[in-house]
């Protein structure tokens, strides 16, 4: 009888349960990339509508300048993009979202911008608690990320409204002058800006004003001796090649991606691993999580484009030579790769990874906490920790930035001693380097890729077994260089010394 029912309903599709559009969708996509085997059908989904942005970037480019259709279009796309990706955890976006808009709407900013702050940090925190639960050494793209953005975007806002009620001299540091806020976002701009579909999913955390001046177009005003009084503002055309050429690097750096199924990161934690001499653990240990870090890459590479093709990642007109004006295109980076690969330095490579989050922690913590004096000494502590609650809960989060902070403080010493003898100071153009610096420069490269590489491959591991386990595979190497290095660094600084001590 099962048999006879099945061939029946096969034969009439009309006894078969109806597929929505979003089940069509998801199951030809699935199909369409199941011979991938690094694309889950959630980073399926994810980078179908990170790719989608290109083509909408375009069209949304030819929309009439009107500020409330492009509000309203933008982040009705952007709520279709997280309910494809996410399904109905997307009401944890709508619940903080709408519970930061009335907290700002009728609290003092001089509140607001605190209770904005614990709000979204803790319902950021109880959301990792949940996925722990549910998905426990998982790596599903689910609500959690949205939210970390969401964070970072909408703290942002409460501050840059704080710092709108401020006089210029009272502000805590010069940066926050260009994005604080003259007055609170109507509700169909908060609704735009929290659920754009450029950024929505994976970023950059623009801020408030930075959109509101995108999307009426003011921040493509032309310099003065460049503008043209007919001739309205718009989006400069050269942001549809610059975007393409973001996203055809994005596909360079997928071929280190497909690396990571040869070389698995897994494998330091074999027995075999250990088998291997140490040179060669540390340069498999080190090529693995450059392959990890490969993922990121493609991801906020993709975004930065579709961001570009858009036309959000404007950073102004730059002067050439020829007295011609050309736009750049930085805006939209929530990374610089060769920096990051190159970084000759600790803080040169941790400034240049995840750079709107950089940015956040820096502005709207450290340096507000800084120039308090009741926090001052605690500001460095209060930034790392909330960092740490902010990307997890995992052992291994807290294991990296503890270790990163003994680290920082090593590298500090190490450019406070060595640097003088490659870089000659006070003179009248500044610090000028000598000859040999290239050998500064190559020994900083090396050191800082190995190290760095070491402190943070906790995230990757995550559990507290795992990440210790992989540090004694690599004998702690990483640790013994960071505090034999720190010991004898301040040794050489009690040595009297003729070189200048400033950095």
């Known amino acids: 009888i099962n048999a006879e029912y099945g061939a029946i309903t096969s034969r009439n599709p009309r006894r078969k349960k109806a597929m929505n559009f979003h089940e069509w969708l998801d199951e030809q996509l699935t199909s369409a990339t199941s011979s991938i085997s690094f694309l889950t059908p959630d980073k399926t989904r994810y980078l179908f509508c990170l790719l989608l942005v290109y083509p909408l970037g375009l069209l949304f480019r030819f929309l009439p300048n009107l500020p409330t259709l492009k509000h309203v279009l933008g982040g009705l796309i952007g709520l279709w993009f997280g ?11 709508l619940i903080s979202s709408v519970a930061v808009y009335f907290m700002v709407q009728f609290f003092n900013p001089i509140v607001s911008h605190k209770l ?29 990320g949205v939210q970390m953005l969401l964070t970072v975007r909408l703290t942002s806002y409460a501050f840059e409204i704080y710092d709108g009620t401020l006089p210029k001299d009272k502000l805590a540091a010069e940066e926050l002058e260009k994005n604080r806020l003259d007055r609170k976002a109507t509700l169909v701009e908060y609704f735009g800006y929290v659920y754009f579909f450029s950024f929505f999913l994976a970023g950059p955390a623009v801020s408030m004003k930075q959109y509101l001046q995108f999307i009426d177009l003011s921040m493509f005003q032309k310099p003065l001796d460049h ?105 939209a980076s929530n990374v ?112 800082t890729n190995l190290i760095t590489t070491y402190v943070f491959s906790p995230f990757k591991m995550l559990s507290l077994h795992a990440s210790l386990l992989m540090y004694s595979n690599l004998d702690f190497y990483g640790h013994i260089f960071v505090v034999l290095g720190y010991l004898m660094l301040s040794l050489l600084e009690t040595l009297p010394s003729k070189k200048p001590k400033r950095i």
Request: hydrophobic share 45%.
């Open 227 to 331: 503008q043209s009084k007919n001739k309205p503002n718009s989006i400069p055309l050269s942001s549809i090649p610059m975007g393409f050429l973001r996203l055809a690097y994005s596909a360079v750096w997928v071929l280190v991606l497909i690396l990571q199924g040869i070389y698995p990161v897994d494998f330091c934690l074999s027995n075999e691993f250990t088998k291997l001499p140490l040179i060669f653990r540390i340069l498999y240990h080190w090529f693995a999580i450059a392959c990890i870090r490969s993922t990121y890459y493609v991801a906020w590479l993709i975004v930065e484009g579709g961001n570009i093709v858009l036309g959000l990642g404007f950073s102004g007109f730059k002067r050439r030579k020829d007295n011609k004006y050309v736009a750049t295109w930085e805006n």
């Open 116 to 144: 904005v702050f614990v709000f979204l940090l803790g319902y950021t925190i109880a959301s990792h608690f949940y996925r722990l639960y549910v998905d426990y050494m998982g790596w599903t793209l689910d609500f959690t």
């Open 336 to 447: 610089k790769v060769l920096k990051v690969e190159l970084g000759s330095n600790f803080r040169e490579f941790t400034s240049n990874w995840n750079l709107y989050t950089e940015i956040w922690l820096r502005r709207h913590i450290y340096r507000r906490l800084l120039a308090s004096p009741r926090w001052k000494k605690y500001a460095i502590w209060v930034t790392v920790f909330t960092s740490a609650f902010w990307h997890g809960l995992y052992p291994g989060y807290y294991l990296a930035f503890g270790f990163g902070a003994c680290l920082n403080v090593t590298a500090r010493k190490a450019r406070h001693v060595f640097r003088p003898y490659f870089v000659k100071e006070g003179t009248p153009n500044g610090p000028t380097p000598k000859s040999f610096k290239i050998v500064y420069d190559v020994i900083g490269i090396i050191i």
């Open 83 to 93: 309910y494809f990706c996410l399904g109905s955890s997307i009401f944890h976006s």
